[in-house]
């Protein structure tokens, strides 16, 4: 089966950097994905990330182990607007479905 | 709007009652996805369609629920004997595949989901 673990909740200050980490455990790995969701709203593509290393754009970055079964999102310079929900999609399994871990609701305090 | 949308937005029905919903994918798409969110939650799988064909049902979904992609474009999704724990947003994703690459390179792009309440 498919396993996606990430924390359920944090707090950054405006203006910071934080890191939202993403374990996983899947059969035929291929490819990760992180969205970002506000509440109420329809889940945003913010990155992707099949081959190891760090993929970035712009205040966003993503980086991924293959081999550890880890990834993570780097939001740098905070702003108000990034609070919202991370969501970890790992692509996998029969068929190359889409598995997500259950969301990191990410608070940017003042 | 050349995004994914979905009709109704929002659907109050009784216990007992169908409902269906629609998905208009981005036109150039061959793929579509339905999941199903609650609160707090990720998305979770229901079914997906490649162009017309329904490649996968989830073995979570019972026999209640039904998708249609007649003419590899629009999708339906039928709920019967709605329960109230059926309650949730229910959201549809499409996505285009390229045929030839390995991995596949696939994202999927989210419509802005029904939210369905049953009570």
């Known amino acids: 089966g498919q396993n996606i673990d990430q924390p359920t909740e944090m707090t950054a200050t405006e203006g910071a950097i934080v890191q939202i980490n993403c374990t996983y455990q899947?059969?035929?790995?291929?490819?990760l994905f992180w969205y970002q969701q506000h509440a109420g709203e329809a889940p945003t593509f913010l990155s992707y990330n099949v081959l190891d290393g760090l993929e970035e754009k712009g205040r966003f970055s993503s980086f991924l182990s293959r081999s550890k079964g880890y990834s993570y999102l780097l939001l740098k310079e905070l702003q108000m607007k990034d609070s919202a929900s991370y969501l970890c999609a790992v692509r996998g399994g029969n068929f190359n479905k889409f598995y997500f871990g259950s969301g990191t609701k990410l608070n940017v305090k003042p | 709007d050349t995004g994914v949308s979905q009709n109704p937005r929002h659907k109050i029905t009784k216990r007992g009652q169908n409902v269906t919903f629609r998905c208009d994918p981005i036109?150039?798409?061959?793929?579509l996805y339905w999941y199903r969110q609650t609160l707090g939650q990720g998305p979770e799988f229901l079914t997906y369609?490649?162009?017309?064909?329904?490649?996968?049902k989830s073995r979570l979904l019972s026999d209640r629920f039904s998708a249609e992609r007649p003419k590899g474009s629009f999708s339906t999704l039928e709920i019967q004997r709605t329960e109230q724990g059926d309650s949730a947003m229910y959201l549809c994703a499409s996505s285009f595949v390229r045929a030839g690459f390995h991995p596949p390179q696939e994202t999927q792009y989210f419509g802005p989901g029904t939210r369905l309440l049953v009570l």
């Open positions: 899947t059969s035929g790995f291929n490819g």
């Open positions: 036109s150039e798409h061959n793929r």
């Open positions: 369609f490649q162009n017309e064909a329904q490649l996968e």
